[in-house]
Nanobody, 117 residues
Framework: QVQLVESGGGLVQPGGSLRLSCAASGLIFRYYNMNWYRQAPGKERELVARITTSGNTNYADSVKGRFTISRDNAKNTVSLQMNSLRPEDTAVYYC???????????WGQGTQVTVSS
């Protein structure tokens, strides 16, 4: 059974930092592109950052230069370092594992990030 478990969310003031982590189990982690999505109230879920099986990264324009995604294939984890947080970063953040080759897609339960003074 595949499980993706996020941690690290919380309340932070504008300009602050948070580090989200996602621990994966039940899948061959190195075969999956790993993504962080977020969904704010009343908005559609959007892709925030992606790291491919080969380590290439992509970011939404809104987070470029502030967020960094990384993965540790030995520990089956993916992380999202979020700096210079803004109120508009407030959302539930979801970890996603995707393998286009296998046609499989898995989601975590989400972790709340609230940026507010």
């Amino acid at each position: 059974q595949v499980q993706l478990v996020e941690s690290g969310g919380g309340l932070v003031q504008p300009g602050g930092s948070l580090r989200l982590s996602c621990a994966a189990s039940g899948l061959i982690f190195r075969y999956y592109n790993m993504n962080w999505y977020r969904q704010a109230p009343g908005k559609e879920r959007e892709l925030v950052a992606r790291i491919t099986t080969s380590g290439n990264t992509n970011y939404a324009d809104s987070v470029k230069g502030r967020f960094t995604i990384s993965r540790d294939n030995a520990k089956n984890t993916v992380s999202l370092q979020m700096n210079s947080l803004r109120p508009e970063d407030t959302a539930v953040y979801y970890c996603n594992a995707n393998s286009p080759v296998r046609g499989t897609d898995y989601w975590g339960q989400g972790t709340q990030v609230t940026v507010s003074s």
